[in-house]
Structure formats: C-alpha cells, structure tokens
C-alpha cells in the first residue's frame, strides 16, 4: 500500500512539473526594414508622370491614412530628420480606425537618410484605416518654418490621387495641417514602417 502511495505522488508531482514546464513563446519574426512595402509604394507614386520627391510642406503635422489587406504588426517607423534639428525628437503616432492613439512615442531621426527606431509592437487589424503621424512642432523646431518640412511625393499643381496600392498596403489619403495647411491628398509624407 506504501509502494502505491508514493507511486500516485511520484506521478502526481511529474505530472505537475511537466504541466507547468512549457517552452517559452517563440521571439517575434524580425522587423524588416528593408525594401518595405512602404518604400515600394511610395517609388512607384513618384514614377508616376508629373509626381516628383521633394522636402516640402512646411505644417507642423504630415500623415497618411493606410490599410492593410492583412493582420501584422508594427514594430519600427522610419523617417529622415530636417539638418537644422537632427537632434530633436519627433513624434510619431499611430492612430486607430476610432480615431485612438494606439500607439505614441518622440523619437530622433538622421539627418542623412531614413533611419528606423524600434516601437513597442502595434497590432493592425486587416482592412481597417489607420493613420500615421508625425508632428513636429514650430517651437521645437527653432521657430523656423524651414526646418517642419518633410520628404513627400507629391504633383506640383495638382492633387495624388487616391488610393495607392501596392502589396498589401494601400495609401488612401493624406493631410498636411496645423500651423499651415490643411493640405488634404497633396502629397505623401514618407514615413516608413516595418512591420511582421
């Protein structure tokens, strides 16, 4: 009867400790960004005739509304600071089809080219509209209108006409305000996302 005591709290205890053992989550894919689907979009906008690269708009927030034809995540934001203000942090925001910041976070971007930061990961949920945003505002940018300018593809004269596909991404419209503007569908602001 012993034998069998210990026995049932042998097995007792194995099973226990191998119920409450699992492996760890596996980490998440990596956050490409390289050749994004952004990048390919925004390339093949300014292909288009009359639609040009250009640092421009000088409104103090620069955003785009986007889908995704499919769940992902977002884990990094790329964009290229203005020279005069490498050092000052922007903020980038996305924002959600309620109109909620879902995710918020002031970051420093080269000067030379588009650099990319790691975000906290920020679930998109396929086919819904999302803004991206970035603002930087007048005061933090030495009161000079020169250095709130950003990269955009845009049609000197004309509006870019919506919506832009390509991928799973699809741009659907854009907006340059406050401190200037509204300038509503006049350009794309390039601010890159990697996403898994």
Known sequence: MKTSIHTLALLLLVSFTITNCAPPPPPPPPCTTINTTFSQLYSTVVALP?????????TEIHEYTFTLSANQT????GYQSQTAIAATPYLMEIVDPSNT???????????VNTSYVSI???????NQPYKIRR??????AGNNFGNIIGRVVNQPGALVSFPQT???MTI?????YQNGGPLVNYGIPFIDFGYY
């Open 50 to 58: 009359g639609h040009q690269n250009s640092n421009t708009f000088d």
């Open 172 to 176: 659907t419209g854009a907006n340059f």
């Open 101 to 111: 910041v879902v995710y918020s976070g002031n970051h420093v971007f080269s000067s």
């Open 135 to 140: 603002t930087m505002l007048l005061v933090n």
């Open 120 to 126: 906290t990961p920020t679930a998109i949920v396929a």
């Open 74 to 77: 977002i884990c990094s934001i």
């Open 166 to 168: 390509f991928g799973i």
